[in-house]
Every structure is written in structure tokens, then in C-alpha cells.
């Protein structure tokens, strides 16, 4: 029988197809989604791997023979499965693995209104059914069978975006897109049209192998064939997107890449001008700019632990209007408080094309502070290496700590933050200081306790 506990995660159903799940699998997880969420009718829309399409058409079939009418978007970005999600009011599910390899797939999925199905809403219910199923075999079937029908939402989707963003008055821009060999390729062009926007596509064509890079642009490796080909056509700007297009890393006019933190600030200033006093959500690995840019336009800034069900609850919480992560993961109260990539990108393009200066110079105001970016160590022991750290720093004078998502030390010139990895036996660092040699000398402070 297959082991549920490895591939339902805090978040999502991820493994390795189909070693770890299957279509039979996929086909128990519709039947509970249709269970838990209680509905009458979902949408499900599927990435570029070459199981996708077999997995959630039996997902659908399961959920169909539950009673539940399903509407098939096929092809779409996570992004674009969230907007169906919302704009239709109906629980979906979008079979991705994200940046993972191409032998792995997955399912995110969320109820109506784009709104999170995680461990404690909803996830561990649909595990718990599909394990019963998978012992005692298929669930009874509702007497009335779901329809099952197929519905192109990509330019509603594309529509949407472009009308929460002014781009009448942008200057013409030459724009590198890498896609990644993923949903980028299929969602860009429809995006993009009719802006004056002279587009280079790279690995625009569909394909789950992944045959150019990992569709993962937080991965320096992975932007290097972007970085030059800006640099080759002297563009202004490049965009990378992973594999399920739901996040956006940028480059600048130099191919010098610009921090997720000085494009959460950039936003958080755009949003705030359309809704003056308004609350932006960062978790507390983005730079010391972004609540410091948030609160000189006037909003306020409210810190949260890392992980995307975490931002969402404080979206919904304090009616934010934006939040940002390290990650490159930027949720919209316009688009259900869900992150989108995509709406991040058109606010970069519409900030950059809306005056004469390049990239660069634009960003320099929320670019303020040195970064070691995350640094990965593996060890044994997480709770010992992360109490020995402590124990160092604790002691420290003016400096404070706190315990919100792992260890946080902050003190007037610089702050680290160790977490654990939920999936791995890691443990990452962030450092950030006022300047290089000191995120220099506190990462190899810290490094040197933890992997001791």
C-alpha cells in the first residue's frame, strides 16, 4: 500500500510518480476532495509534466463520481487555477510539482475563493479518507454522477491581471522572459499582448523534462542563460518563472539580479498609494527595507512566519492588501489574497516603464541593506545546533531575540535568522547587515556554531 505520510505535506500532495502515487491514488483523492470541501462543482487545471493529464482526469473522475461537477482547465499556472478558483466561487485543485524534478508531481488545492487547503484545513481529512479507501477499497458512489466539462479560462485570467495594474502609459520595454520550460511559456504571450512590450521568449516551449535548467530561479544556476541574454539584447529587463509559473525572480538591465525584497517593497509602495493606510504581510526573512518603505508610504508592516498558509490567514486576518516573501511568492488582495508571479511582474513593468531610468537605478531605494541570501547546512541534530546558537547569542548585549519561525537575532546593525527545514535534515541561515563585511562576519559566526 502506498505511504500516504510521504507524500502529503504541510501544504500539497508531492512524490515521485509512479513509485510514490499514481493515477488509481490521484482518482481516491478526488473522491475526498469532493467529500471534505462538500462540493457541488470544482475546477482543476494541470502543468506541463507528462503525467499531469493522467493524473487530474483521475481526479476528476473521482471527484465526478462523488457528485461533484468538474470543470477542466487543463494547461493553466497555479496562478491561473487560483484566479478560476476564485472568479467561478468553486474548490480547486492544480496538479504541479512546482520547481521539483520531472519524475515528481503534485496536487495544490484549495476550496472557493482560492482560499488554502493545508494540514488544518482540510489535507489531513482528504489523507486519512484516501488511506481508508486504500484498505477497505473505492468509496460508494453518490447516486447522481458529476459532469465532467472543459472550459479556456487563460485570457479571462489575463484580463483580470491587466485590469489591477495601469499600463496605458508605459514606455516601450524590451523584456527577456525565461519560462523554464514551464507554464510561463503558455501564459506570457497571452498576458503580455498588446503592450508595448518587445518580448525575447526563452524555453517557451511546454516540457516537463525540463530539458534547458530546473524551472527554479531562486537557484543562481538557474538564471545564468537569462542574465546573459539580457545583457545580449541590451534589454531592460528579464522575468524567470518556475515551473508552475506562480513565482517571478527579476533581473535588471545589467543582469544583476534584484532582491524579492526590493520587489516586495516596490509593490508594497504601488499598493499603497491605491489604498492609502493599507497593511502589508512579510515574512521575517524579507529585508529590513520592506517595513521601512511600507511605513514611510504610510501603511503598516505586519511580520509573519515563513510558508504561503501562513501569509494567506495573515492576509485574511488583517485585510491586507499585499504580501511578500524571500521566496518570490507575492499575494494580492485583488486576486484572492493568493500569490501570483505574474500580477508582481505587471507591476514591475508598469513601475519601470512609467519613468525614464533603468531597473537599477529604479530599485537602489529599496535595495538598502547586505544579504548573505539562505544558506543551507545539513546536520543531525536541528534542536541541538539551533540551542547551541543561542546559547551563544543570547547573552549578547542590545540584542533581542524571538522565536517566531526558528531563532531571529536582531540588534541595531544587523539581525540572522535559523530555521529548520520541515522536510530535510537543514537547517538555513539568513544574515542581513548594514554592510557585506559584517553579513560576512555574523554568517561565519553563526556557521561556525552550527556546524560545529
Known amino acids: 500500500m502506498a505511504d500516504l505520510s ?24 478526488g473522491a475526498a476532495f469532493a467529500q471534505v470541501t462538500e462540493a457541488r462543482a470544482i475546477v482543476i487545471g494541470h502543468d506541463m509534466r507528462p503525467s499531469s493529464p493522467g493524473l487530474s482526469q483521475a481526479f476528476a473522475r473521482g471527484a465526478a463520481a462523488q457528485g461533484a ?38 496536487i495544490k488545492m484549495c476550496r472557493a475563493g482560492a482560499a488554502p487547503v493545508g494540514q488544518d484545513t482540510g489535507l489531513a481529512e482528504i489523507r486519512a479518507l484516501a488511506e481508508g479507501w486504500l484498505e477497505s477499497g473505492a468509496p460508494e458512489p453518490a447516486a447522481v454522477p458529476g ?10 485570467y489575463a484580463e483580470h491581471l491587466r485590469s489591477l495594474v495601469d499600463l496605458g502609459r508605459i514606455r516601450p520595454l524590451k523584456v527577456v522572459v525565461d519560462a523554464g520550460n514551464g507554464m510561463g511559456g503558455h501564459t506570457v504571450p497571452t498576458v503580455l499582448d498588446g503592450l508595448p512590450v518587445d518580448l525575447v521568449p526563452m524555453y517557451f516551449e511546454l516540457d516537463g523534462t525540463f530539458p534547458n535548467h530546473e524551472a527554479n530561479p531562486l537557484d543562481p544556476k538557474n538564471i545564468v542563460d537569462l542574465q546573459a541574454k539580457v545583457r545580449e539584447t541590451s534589454a531592460d529587463i528579464g522575468l524567470a518563472f518556475d515551473g508552475d509559473a506562480d513565482r517571478c525572480f527579476v533581473v535588471d538591465e545589467r543582469g544583476e539580479p534584484v ?16 489604498h492609502p493606510g493599507g497593511t502589508i504581510i512579510h515574512n521575517l526573512i524579507t529585508s529590513w527595507s520592506v517595513p521601512e518603505v511600507v511605513g514611510e508610504h504610510g501603511g503598516r508592516a505586519v511580520r509573519t512566519r515563513v510558508g504561503h498558509s501562513f501569509i494567506k490567514q495573515e492576509m485574511a486576518a488583517h485585510g491586507a492588501v499585499f504580501g511578500g516573501e524571500h521566496s518570490a511568492h507575492y499575494y494580492f488582495r485583488d486576486f484572492w489574497n493568493a ?69 531571529t537575532v536582531t540588534t541595531p546593525d544587523w539581525w540572522f535568522n535559523l530555521r529548520a527545514s520541515n522536510t530535510e535534515p537543514l ?26
Not at 532582491?259 to 491605491?274: D, F, G
Open 427 to 452: 537547517l538555513r541561515l539568513n544574515v542581513e547587515a548594514r554592510d557585506a563585511a559584517t553579513v560576512a562576519r555574523v554568517r561565519d559566526e553563526v556557521l561556525a556554531i552550527v556546524r560545529a
Open 6 to 29: 510521504q507524500i502529503v505535506k504541510a501544504y500539497d500532495v508531492r512524490g515521485v510518480v509512479p513509485e510514490q502515487w499514481d493515477e488509481k491514488l490521484a482518482e481516491l483523492f
Open 259 to 274: 532582491s524579492p525584497s526590493a520587489i516586495t517593497a516596490l509593490v508594497a509602495a504601488r499598493e499603497l498609494a491605491k
Open 69 to 106: 461537477d468538474v470543470t477542466l482547465i487543463g494547461l493553466c499556472s497555479t496562478d491561473e487555477l487560483y484566479f478560476a478558483s476564485g472568479q467561478l466561487g468553486l474548490p480547486g485543485a492544480m496538479f504541479t510539482a512546482s520547481h521539483n524534478p520531472a519524475q515528481y508531481n503534485g
Open 147 to 156: 459532469t465532467v466539462t472543459e472550459r479556456d479560462v487563460l485570457a479571462d
Open 339 to 407: 500569490d501570483t508571479g505574474m500580477l508582481a511582474a505587471l507591476h514591475v513593468l508598469a513601475a519601470l516603464g512609467g519613468q525614464p531610468g533603468p531597473l537599477s537605478e529604479l530599485v537602489r531605494q529599496y535595495d538598502r541593506y547586505a544579504a548573505s541570501g539562505e544558506i543551507n547546512s545539513t546536520v543531525a541534530d536541528q534542536a541541538g545546533r539551533s540551542a547551541a546558537v543561542r546559547a551563544v547569542y543570547e547573552g549578547l548585549q542590545g540584542a533581542e531575540l524571538d522565536e517566531l519561525d526558528g531563532l
